[in-house]
Nanobody
Framework: QVQLVESGGGLVQDGGSLRLSCEASGRTFSAYAMGWFRQAPGKEREFVAASAWSAGTTHYADSVKGRFTISRDYAKNTLYLQMNSLKPEDTAVYYC??????????????WGQGTQVTVSS
């Protein structure tokens, strides 16, 4: 199993930007598909974006297409989520995951601890 540690959440105004990071350890970074889910208060956890094992293959939820970009740094074993044009409805706890399925795993093998993103109007 791979261990995941997220960072980069915070408070930002409507229209602002944030970049989330997820550092992986414990297993071969390139052997996993990785991505992000999020969970807003009172709502179910929902898929946001995924990056396949090989660089360049990605998948996004319709709600974030054109605003969010997922990327991987294989030298640093780190996954990123660049979030631009943020909206109040993007407010949630964001969770990094690792799994062998792409694009959307039903039950990811590993989860990070979550990082809070709050977008004020």
């Amino acid at each position: 199993q791979v261990q995941l540690v997220e960072s980069g959440g915070g408070l930002v105004q409507d229209g602002g930007s944030l970049r989330l990071s997820c550092e992986a350890s414990g297993r071969t970074f390139s052997a996993y598909a990785m991505g992000w889910f999020r969970q807003a208060p009172g709502k179910e956890r929902e898929f946001v974006a995924a990056s396949a094992w090989s660089a360049g293959t990605t998948h996004y939820a319709d709600s974030v297409k054109g605003r969010f970009t997922i990327s991987r740094d294989y030298a640093k074993n780190t996954l990123y989520l660049q979030m631009n044009s943020l909206k109040p409805e993007d407010t949630a706890v964001y969770y990094c995951y690792a799994d062998h399925k792409f694009p959307i795993p039903k039950s990811p093998e590993s989860w990070g601890q979550g990082t809070q993103v709050t977008v004020s109007s």
